[in-house]
C-alpha cells in the first residue's frame, strides 16, 4: 500500500519523458437513467459534454465508463463510475493505478450545495465537505491532497429534503443556462492539462 501512494505522489520518469502527458478526470455520479439529469450527476454530464465535443465515446470498462481525449499533446482519461456515489474511490484508486497516473494530475468533479448555480471552484485540496463521494475517494487515498472542481448547484431545498433537492433534475430557469456552463466546464478541464491548475483557477474560479 505505501508503494502504491508513493506512486501516486512522485511522477514516474518515463512518464516526464513521453510527451503524452496523462491526466485522469473522474465526474462522480451515479449510473442509469433515473439519476441522468439530476443535480449529483453534474460530473458525468460535463464528461459528456467534453466527450462529445471531442468526437469521442464512452465504452464500459472497470469501475465505470471510460473515455479518452487527446488535445494539444495531452491524453484526458475521461472515468464516470459505475459505482455509486458513495463508493467513488474504487473507481479512481483504480484508474490512477493503472494509468500510472501522479495523483495531481487528477480532477474529481461534483456537485457543490454550498456554491450559487453555476459557479466554478477549481481547488488543489480540500476537505470532503460534507459530499459522500469525495468522503469514499478520502477514505480510499487517504489523502485530502487531490485536485477537485466543483460546479455549484445552490442550496434552494426546505428543511430535510437535501437528498430529494440533489437528486431531482434541475428546473427550468437553471436549465436555460445549463449549455453554455457544461461547455465552459470542458474548458476548464482543457485548460488544466495545458494551462495548469494556478492558471486555471485564476481563470474560471468564481466564474
Do not use: C
Not at 94 to 112: F, M, Q, R
Request: glycine letters at 8%; hydrophobic letters at 35%; a positive charge.
Amino acid at each position: 500500500m505505501r508503494a502504491f501512494f508513493a506512486r501516486l505522489l512522485t511522477k514516474d520518469k518515463k512518464e516526464e519523458e513521453n510527451p503524452m502527458k496523462k491526466f485522469l478526470i473522474v465526474g462522480l455520479g451515479n449510473p442509469g437513467p433515473k439519476y441522468e439529469n439530476t443535480r449529483h450527476n453534474i460530473g458525468f454530464k460535463i464528461l459528456d459534454t467534453l466527450a462529445e465535443k471531442k468526437e469521442v465515446s464512452f465504452e464500459p470498462d472497470r469501475y465505470g465508463d471510460k473515455a479518452e481525449v487527446s488535445f494539444k499533446g495531452r491524453k484526458f482519461i475521461l472515468i464516470k463510475p459505475s459505482t455509486f456515489m458513495n463508493l467513488s474511490g474504487k473507481a479512481v484508486r483504480y484508474w490512477l493505478e493503472k494509468e500510472n497516473i501522479a495523483i495531481d494530475n487528477l480532477i474529481v468533479i461534483t456537485d457543490d450545495l454550498n456554491l450559487n448555480f453555476g459557479i466554478f471552484r477549481l481547488k488543489a485540496k480540500g476537505s470532503d465537505g460534507g459530499h459522500n463521494g469525495l468522503k469514499h475517494i478520502q477514505s480510499i487515498l487517504q489523502t485530502t491532497q487531490y485536485p477537485r472542481f466543483r460546479f455549484g448547484i445552490s442550496d434552494e431545498f426546505s428543511k430535510g429534503k437535501q437528498i430529494d433537492y440533489v437528486l431531482s433534475n434541475w428546473d427550468e430557469e437553471e436549465k436555460t443556462q445549463l449549455k453554455e456552463r457544461l461547455d465552459a466546464s470542458a474548458e476548464l478541464i482543457l485548460s488544466f492539462g495545458t494551462a495548469g491548475i494556478h492558471n486555471t483557477m485564476n481563470t474560471f474560479n468564481g466564474k
